[in-house]
């Protein structure tokens, strides 16, 4: 089955950049995606990248995909203290619209 | 915006008794609904996939005579954790599809269970 991989903690002073990174093993995925978590809260969609991309970048938010080494990485520019959370990543290989997540990067940014 | 509701947010049963979870889209239908669980400090495993007057699709090794789903109108869906034991304690979050040809997964803000 699918597996995808994120180290669990991050932790980066205020204003310096987050780079967030994911590992997954099926290479069949349409999107991979990069979810938001506040502490006890559901989960926001922050970005999503086409499997035939690259790199995607979205205000602070650039999303870089290397499809070869099966690399997926957010670098969140500038962070804010409202950055804290947990950063999952997630691919949709196991069919369309069902999503395998990563299990999740703790960001703490230290102000 | 897309909002998704659920209903409780916290909840405390005794173990044995059963819970009803449930899983509002408020602004859209919604073709499809999940519903994950997540445990402290692990990702979100899925449970079983939700459409709109019909049987849900569990994953593997999720019980369904334990965690029934019923997905009675394009708004609305329910998990109901039957005689619950300590271990069914978790977070349990749903989510919404708009439409078919969506990518994008709304998310509820998530129920606690707590089974004592």
């Known amino acids: 089955g699918e597996d995808v991989e994120q180290s669990l903690f991050l932790s980066v002073r205020e204003g310096d950049s987050s780079v967030i990174n994911c590992t997954y093993t099926?290479?069949?995925?349409?999107?991979l995606y990069w979810y938001k978590q506040e502490p006890g809260a559901g989960l926001q969609l922050l970005t999503y990248?086409?499997?035939?991309?690259d790199m995607k970048q979205d205000q602070r938010l650039t999303v870089l995909l290397n499809k070869k080494d099966k690399h997926l990485s957010l670098r969140i520019a500038d962070t804010q203290t409202g950055d804290s959370a947990i950063y999952f990543c997630?691919?949709?290989?196991?069919?369309?619209?069902?999503?395998?997540f990563g299990t999740g990067t703790k960001l703490q940014v230290i102000p | 915006g897309a909002v998704v509701s659920q209903h409780p947010s916290r909840v405390i049963c005794k173990s044995g008794t059963s819970v009803k979870i449930e899983c509002r889209s408020l602004?859209?239908?919604?073709?499809?609904m999940f519903w994950y669980r997540q445990f402290p400090k692990q990702s979100l495993m899925l449970m079983a996939t939700?459409?709109?007057?019909?049987?849900?699709?569990?994953e593997q090794g999720v019980e369904k005579d334990k965690f029934l789903i019923n997905h009675a109108s394009l708004t609305l869906s329910t998990l109901t954790v039957t005689s619950a034991h300590p271990e069914d304690s978790s977070f349990y979050i749903c989510?919404?599809?708009?439409?078919?040809?969506?990518?994008?997964?709304?998310f509820g803000p998530g129920t606690r269970l707590t089974v004592t």
């Open positions: 990248i086409f499997s035939n991309m």
């Open positions: 099926d290479s069949s995925s349409t999107y």
């Open positions: 997630a691919e949709d290989s196991g069919g369309y619209q069902k999503v395998t």
């Open positions: 939700s459409n709109e007057g019909s049987k849900a699709t569990y």
């Open positions: 989510s919404a599809i708009r439409d078919s040809n969506s990518y994008e997964q709304y």
């Open positions: 602004d859209f239908q919604a073709t499809t």
